[in-house]
């Protein structure tokens, strides 16, 4: 298997035209990718799937930042001028960590505060989020939404968080149309409290696992038409396009037409190249390497 | 948390008084260590769970014998006597180089081998195989089957192997006694073609991964009660008894019994915490350390 320690790119002469960095610890990132293809055709990505200490929803905090710092020193090394964080769980626990190791130079964007700010903007009350043990353990979501109410001086807020770690390993089975998976997510948010028969008590519910958009419409069928699903990989891609635009940092089609994006993982196994195409929407070539490929 | 390069174990005078390493890619070899020490009440064992890169049943065989190797090695120089390689995945990818990796003093056991000698000795024909992506596409335990049964001059042999991701992460959720865990074995075992109606095809079900005893309720409810089920841990404590007689290193209970045994994982969560009595039985204090911790 051909090994890479760094991405096929060639550096571009302006800052602007440099690629946009993003890493998950596997494939359910590339929904975010997906959404920021869609918003920013312009803009050449580098990604980065740490398929080889994959989930990181079960581990720990410590060993999160750790492996996301190095992924986004890596990164910036590759020329990234920003830095995505296209996994929840990561997010929650390695954001400053993040910004720390890439100093303030370079745009830091995660996926929890835009969905957060996103929320609070438009008032939403009674906010359900269901994730990876890691990113529920972190409390991430409510805080953020409970000082981003209190700041803003709002009132009536309502979060409740929960752990659904079955999910993700449902949707990499590519289980996510499977009869079985309505009655898992049920089984979750009934456990959660929020189901009263076939109605559902929340006003939004955050899918707050890159993996989730996957399985958007089980969780419709489950929680009925009235609940709004909160679409994370969409409102990402916007938070970043607003952040290049801010930053002077937007791309040239000129340049960036002629010059593919990057998909790296830190193991490829046949399973994860035949998946990877259900997440992003398309046929994309893997590429194994990366800082510790074979640690 | 406390952070150990070694387990907390002082070193016999000799050699059949050291303990018995023992490791899997996280908690589920507990399954394992659970009937070693049932079978071999007077063996100390120096358990580590690879936490940090777990599950290895998505990992590409390349890594899955990186990481074994460099386990096995930490076993040996903590002054183990005997390695046991209680995962499946890593049986069926690496055991050849963590004997090398050890050197020919050191027994090696692994899961899979006395498995299949086992059905070969008994002459069961029509077995069944369910296990990790990286267990069933090695094929490990189809082609040892074929090869013993016609050393042995049998005929008649049947294998099938099907590989069941979602049964690991279930078990891991606390899910084994589920009213959803029943329906996930009947859907696979039913798309293996097994399943006929309320019967099964086969005459023998290996369940070819440490996590799955733990399900054991549930796959008979599914199969009936006229499939075996292949009980892998007593069948393995019962053959690193064997390899303990057979090379003079049994040890003498008045010098194993002040000692206790080791439990190292190389990341340490609560949830495995929580988790780790389940699959021993019994509470036990893990640690975390290891040959690579926060690598």
């Not at 830095?83 to 626990?93: E, F, P």
């Not at 960590?97 to 009350?125: K, S, T, W």
């Not at 940092?249 to 046949?270: C, K, N, Q």
Request: charged fraction near 20%.
């Amino acid at each position: 298997m051909a090994v890479r320690t760094s991405f096929p790119s060639s550096r571009p002469s302006l800052a602007s035209d440099a690629p946009i960095g993003i890493f998950d610890s596997g494939i359910g990132g590339l929904t975010v990718a997906h959404a920021m293809a869609q918003a920013m055709p312009a803009e050449r990505m580098l990604y980065f799937g740490d398929t080889a200490h994959m989930p990181y929803g079960d581990r720990s905090a410590e060993l999160v930042r750790s492996y996301s710092t190095r992924i986004a020193r890596f990164l910036v090394e590759e020329g990234c001028k920003a830095v995505v964080i296209a996994c929840n769980s990561a997010s929650a626990t390695a954001k400053r960590a993040v910004q720390e190791a890439v100093g303030p130079e370079i745009p830091v964007i995660d996926v929890v505060a835009p969905v957060v700010e996103d929320l609070v903007r438009r008032g939403v009350e009674h906010v359900g989020i269901i994730g990876t043990r890691a990113t529920i353990g972190s409390g991430i979501y409510g805080q953020s939404l409970r000082e981003a109410h209190a700041r803003e001086g709002l009132k009536g807020l309502r979060v409740e968080e929960w752990a659904t770690p079955l999910l993700a390993p449902l949707i990499e089975e590519g289980w996510q149309d499977h009869e079985l998976m309505d009655p898992v997510i049920r089984s979750y948010l009934g456990a959660a409290g929020w189901l009263d028969g076939a109605s559902c008590a929340l006003d939004a519910l955050v899918l707050g696992c890159t993996h989730y958009p996957m399985a958007e419409q089980a969780v419709r069928r489950v929680v009925g038409p009235d609940v709004e699903l909160v679409d994370g990989p969409a409102i990402v891609a916007k938070a970043v396009q607003a952040t290049m635009a801010d930053g002077d940092l937007m791309a040239s089609p000129e340049y960036s037409l002629a010059h593919g994006h990057g998909f790296m993982v830190s193991d490829l196994t046949e399973n994860f190249a035949r998946s990877a195409h259900r997440f992003f929407g398309r046929e994309i070539p893997l590429v194994a390497g990366g800082p510790w490929f074979m640690a």
